[in-house]
């Protein structure tokens, strides 16, 4: 056998890492998810996994290093607190993108190729795909079996929209805050603004967010009219689209046209079923609150705006601006490392990314604010 370069090696190692990652992740979802069909799915997730760790782990001990088999990364062990806090649904887009990065990478590895890796790993956003434009209310009857033949656009990120709704408060306000001192302005006019940017943005936020989420309800609503209104008028056409869906799913022919004619035999369970097969809306929502959108926007944002002003309520002059800026640095690289959540990069080159993008907008709004604030002095 040919001996494995460093470069090789060092893949090899990439390759076991995320593969014990996502076995870690998929043993933790089988015993925080309540659907027990689907912690029975995560469960075999988590085998496959753990057995295409051990492939790696074999080409890396032929290659003659011996070394002892590494513990899960911090973003692995992150997303399995908070799969544990606030459910297994929570995290299913971010582990849904990876996998997809997963199944491409191993595609072009001459290692992988020939085995069922890449398969496997199809199989599997395939499946976490089902799962995350599945509503919270589990899957439906024998669901499980067919997983692998839906596919549907997931949903929003509750990860991604919290990190980058703080973002927007922190490297906004900061900015604001930092073009007025730039022009020399007294303390209390600094923390006035810096009040001001943070109750004007979070408003701006809050709007726009409803706005967004109650237009896609009024349009789901027009949907579910217009699909009502079809049913009323064809219900014999509308049973033959359901059994056509009911066949892509895997059904035979005859159990799609039973199974169709049975539900169409029910008016509004026709209703809900075409909605959510045909449409892909769930009728009880609509999409979420337009209400509570807007409140989560507004507070997100509100968390990242008052870091660059709180140290002007206990100090002053120059010890506030300072304190300001180095609290805000902080919290740009905080927030920068928590965006490797969704990114899988590293810490400290989001984290370093995310500050220098803050600094330069903020050293922007200062210059700009001492440039004006010299010749309206003047």
């Not at 589990?138 to 033949?149: C, D, Y």
């Not at 900061?174 to 943005?201: C, E, P, Q």
């Not at 799609?256 to 369970?269: G, N, Q, V």
């Amino acid at each position: 056998m040919t001996a494995s370069t460093p470069v090789e090696v060092a893949r090899y190692r990439a390759n076991r890492q995320a593969e014990i990652d996502s076995a870690a992740l998929y043993r933790a979802l089988s015993k925080v998810e309540s659907d027990t069909r689907l912690a029975g799915v995560f469960a075999r997730m988590a085998e496959k996994e753990t057995a295409h760790a051990a492939f790696w782990e074999r080409l890396i001990t032929e290659s003659g290093r011996l070394e002892p088999t590494p513990r899960p990364t911090w973003r692995t062990r992150t997303l399995i607190a908070l799969a544990k806090r606030f459910g297994a649904r929570v995290v299913l887009p971010t582990i849904l993108e990876h996998e997809r990065s997963d199944s491409s990478n191993y595609v072009d590895q001459a290692e992988s190729r020939g085995s069922s890796l890449p398969a496997d790993e199809r199989s599997h956003e395939r499946l976490l795909g089902a799962m995350a434009a599945t509503s919270s209310s589990g899957i439906e009857g024998t669901m499980i079996a067919r997983l692998e033949g839906r596919h549907r656009t997931v949903g929003g990120n509750a990860l991604r929209a919290a990190v980058l709704g703080a973002n927007d408060g922190l490297v906004s306000n900061l900015s604001l805050v930092m073009g007025v001192a730039g022009a020399a302005a007294s303390d209390r006019a600094l923390l006035v603004t810096g009040l001001a940017g943070l109750l004007a943005g979070a408003g701006s936020m809050a709007m726009g967010e409803w706005l967004s989420v109650q237009s896609a309800r009024e349009l789901h609503q027009r949907q579910i009219d217009i699909e009502t209104a079809e049913l009323a008028a064809a219900p014999a056409e509308e049973a033959q689209e359901l059994a056509l869906i009911y066949q892509a799913k895997g059904l035979s022919e005859e159990q799609a046209r039973s199974l169709a004619e049975r539900l169409i035999a029910k008016p509004e369970t026709a209703r809900e079923t075409l909605v959510r097969e045909e449409l892909g809306i769930d009728p009880a929502d609509l999409g979420g609150s337009a209400w509570q959108a807007a409140g989560t926007s507004a507070i997100l944002f509100s968390l990242g705006a008052i870091v660059p002003v709180f140290p002007f309520f206990f100090l002053s002059a120059s010890g506030a601006v300072i304190t300001s800026l180095a609290c805000s640095a902080a919290a740009l690289f905080l927030i920068g490392a928590g965006i490797t959540l969704l990114t899988g990069r590293s810490v400290w080159y989001s984290g370093a990314r995310q500050l220098a993008f803050g600094i330069v907008a903020a050293g922007l709004t200062y210059s700009v604010g001492r440039l004006l604030g010299a010749q309206i002095s003047g």
